[in-house]
């Protein structure tokens, strides 16, 4: 049985919790044993049975196989991905049992892939990313490490999603385009050419954000 410390309380923690605790109900050898979280409020509170432990520089002082960090901005996920892989830790891939994933699929260390996620034949998932609830990543994708596809977002055939990428609640990407590293893909907005990396792009067909 591995032994997951969840790194994060918050609700997309409270989302991976769920995810393992489904995962062990469904016959995975995966013991989610807890939270933790740099909010001292959160310290001692109960979600889904799980207690949050402590904070993050507790982790040494607890008997744990595995981690995951189920933290939604991208940037802090990066950091603390780079931090402990540097402390040797083994990071976990949450997987909910709902997900269909292509037995072909490259799957990075830390990934969460939420309920009712599909996965389709030859793409590759980097590292630490979250494909969120009922997003499909159709085949041939590449989606980089620390990217977010989140809830109902689309993306077509042989689609790339460069590093720490954010497509947004309900967003299409069309076949063959690409969306730059860090970038984001606003709500509901449908990509049809590639998006420059940085670049926030809004609407139908997406288009740059105006600023001011």
Not at 4 to 14: D, E, F, P, R
Request: one cysteine or more; a neutral charge.
């Amino acid at each position: 049985m591995v032994r997951v410390l969840i790194l994060g309380a918050g609700g997309h923690a409270q989302v991976v919790a769920d995810i393992l605790l489904r995962a062990r109900d469904a016959g995975q050898r995966v013991n989610p044993i807890g939270y933790l979280d740099d909010d001292t409020a959160l310290h001692g509170k109960v979600f889904l049975g799980l207690t949050v432990l402590g904070d993050t520089s507790t982790l040494n002082r607890i008997p744990h196989d595995a981690v995951i960090i189920a933290i939604g901005n991208n940037q802090t996920r990066r950091r603390l991905a780079e931090e402990l892989t540097s402390a040797g830790e083994t990071f976990f891939v949450a997987r909910h049992p709902t997900a269909v994933v292509a037995p072909d699929v490259e799957i990075g260390p830390g990934a969460m892939i939420c309920a009712n996620v599909v996965v389709n034949t030859g793409a590759v998932i980097g590292a630490h990313v979250i494909l969120n609830t009922a997003c499909t990543v159709d085949h041939h994708n590449r989606v980089g490490n620390y990217a977010h596809i989140a809830p109902g977002a689309h993306t077509g055939g042989e689609v790339v999603i460069e590093e720490g990428a954010l497509v947004g609640i309900g967003a299409t990407v069309a076949p063959r385009v690409s969306v730059g590293a860090w970038a984001t893909v606003g709500a509901g907005a449908v990509v049809t050419r590639p998006v420059p990396p940085s670049v926030t792009v809004v609407g139908v067909p997406a288009k740059p954000l105006q600023k001011g």
